[in-house]
């Protein structure tokens, strides 16, 4: 009962905040961080790529996570492009739907085997990189459904015997799983880590994010406590603004590391998979939120040639379209302007500065990172990990 009061609680948070969902070396394309990059620069360079370090980590404190999705193909020719950055690549493949107390696991039509065949990728020091772990996601599950799952063990003993059946039937490495109430479902976690230990393969387990101010779903003894059994943590450190009527910054650091110190010791600090976000997003009040690939990034740049602003002065600027860098959030954002110069909203968007401090601040915690999704970024980002 207590479960399942606390479920209730989480699901209300969990609404009411989580709107949204779903050692390296420098590039030869990052300027001196006093220098100002014009959007050209961007245009010109995103894809150029060294191909002779392309399949090497640069990323050396910790794992990497790409995630892909079927409804965007590029990521699955980025983590081949790119095979051996990636410890874990999971495509966003399983859907897990409740009716009455039966599961259904929607999505093995997408299982790609051929693919999997290809991003695999054996170091020269013998590491294997490129494990394949799905994501497993509860879709459209009611407080109810929770309730009635939590409640019964034997019903949680199906689910887990089903996920790890595709797992055995198409040789996952393992997979991640995305369930919404990690804590008052730490039993059935618990479970299917077991299930799949047995056999040899991981689990990882999606994360929401902490936010001061608000009651978390995950605090320090929870992930204490799944930390012994769960292999990895993949943590949505992203989105952080979409409630925002203005919007704001994707993900600031500071709450980044809020996060990292709030869930974390010591100890177990090496199984979190800080999020990034590949994507920019769009806030034109009063519609929602847009996200955007970053493609659809350069389109909006090439209206006119920008400069990249980072001292906030743009008294001497040549151009209407000014790309600026917030310093407290450390990320970069622009007025986005139609042809006649037409404010249409504010875009927030990842940047090779913007990703590199988020790199370097995961090589000072010592965790890994987890990308959503490799598909939305641009080619030159993934020289950085």
Known sequence: MDQIKLLALCFILFT???????NHQKSQFVLELSQKLKASDIISAHSHVDETNIHDKQFGNGDLLAYVTPWNNKGYEVVKKFKGKFDYVSPV???VQRNSGEHMIIGEHNVDEHWMEQIRYQTDSGYMAGLIVPRFQFLNWQVSDYQG????TEEQKRLSQLIVAQTRKHDFD??????GFPVPLMTFVKSLADDLHQIEKQLILVLPPFRKGYQPMVDANAFAMLSTFVDRFSLMTYDYSSYLPNGGPNAPTDWIVDNIEELTNKSNRHQLLVGLN???????????PQPLLMQQVLEKLTISPDTLNDDDDDENSESNIIINWDKESEEHHFEDLDEDGIMQGTIWMPSIKSLQR????AEDYQVGLSLWEVG???DYFYELF
Request: glycine share 8%; with cysteine.
């Open 278 to 288: 590949l994507y920019a997003m769009s806030y034109l009040p009063p519609q929602p």
């Open 376 to 378: 939305q970024g641009l």
């Open 174 to 179: 393992g997979i991640v799983l995305e369930c």
């Open 358 to 361: 988020r790199i370097h601040l």
């Open 149 to 152: 799952f939590i409640s019964d």
């Open 16 to 22: 009411g905040i989580i709107l949204a969902h779903d």
């Open 93 to 95: 493949w399983y859907d």
